[in-house]
């Protein structure tokens, strides 16, 4: 109990330092505190730097429930602002709410504001769940209008090796793609296609007919 107050009272806080900081740009920027119709929903740049600036750093420490609250509370003042509930799905996802960031990105995010970038987060989560078909599409999607998209193509190597029946030279492929377009190398992933592909080696071999297989030798 005495952990949560204490999360709890650290948390309004920051509020507080956060209302504080943003008053001072409505002083400079007196459109911010008007009536958001009057300049068709949109805020100075600023504000929402201020945030982002703030939950990363809280991510980047590991306070995961900090950041989120901030953000929601960011998205009360600021609902219009699509990269707010972008950031907000990230850190969702990072701390595992995979449902909900998933829920939020697919219902806060106007379908002509839907970014390569939000469609690669999309099916990040979509993965997570075991939503492989949903995830797919969302990739295909991405791949189809950006073929040198790096994360994309990362993705899609994680997803076809994550089948029930891996799709071991297709992953490999992506991976190889996602590096040659300035990806980072992941040694648990081209483990993961070096075992799939052994496997699917191995399953070959083993539904060759005794005819087959007497031919060979």
């Not at 309004?12 to 119709?37: C, M, Q, S, V, W």
């Not at 769940?129 to 994309?152: C, M, Q």
Request: glycine residues 6%.
């Amino acid at each position: 109990c005495a952990d949560m107050n204490a999360q709890v009272n650290l948390l309004l806080e920051e509020r507080d330092r956060l209302k504080t900081r943003l008053r001072r740009i409505e002083k400079n920027y007196p459109f911010i505190a008007g009536d958001p119709a009057a300049t068709n929903g949109n805020t100075h740049p600023q504000t929402a730097e201020i945030i982002q600036d703030q939950v990363r750093r809280y991510l980047k420490v590991g306070e995961n429930a900090l950041a989120i609250a901030l953000l929601q509370e960011a998205r009360d003042l600021m609902p219009g602002d699509v990269s707010l509930v972008v950031m907000l799905g990230k850190a969702m996802c990072i701390a595992g709410n995979y449902a909900g960031a998933l829920e939020l990105l697919m219902r806060g995010v106007p379908a002509e504001q839907v970014t390569p970038a939000i469609r690669i987060l999309r099916a990040s989560a979509h993965m997570a769940i075991g939503n492989l078909g949903a995830a797919r599409v969302e990739l295909e999607t991405v791949l189809k209008k950006d073929p040198t998209s790096a994360d994309a193509h990362y993705n899609m190597a994680q997803l076809l090796v994550a089948l029930t029946a891996p799709v071991c030279e297709k992953a490999r492929v992506h991976y190889a793609l996602s590096l040659n377009h300035g990806g980072a190398p992941d040694k648990q992933l081209e483990q993961a296609i070096r075992e799939a592909r052994l496997l699917d080696k191995i399953k070959k071999t083993k539904s060759a007919t005794p005819t087959q297989q007497t031919e060979k030798n």
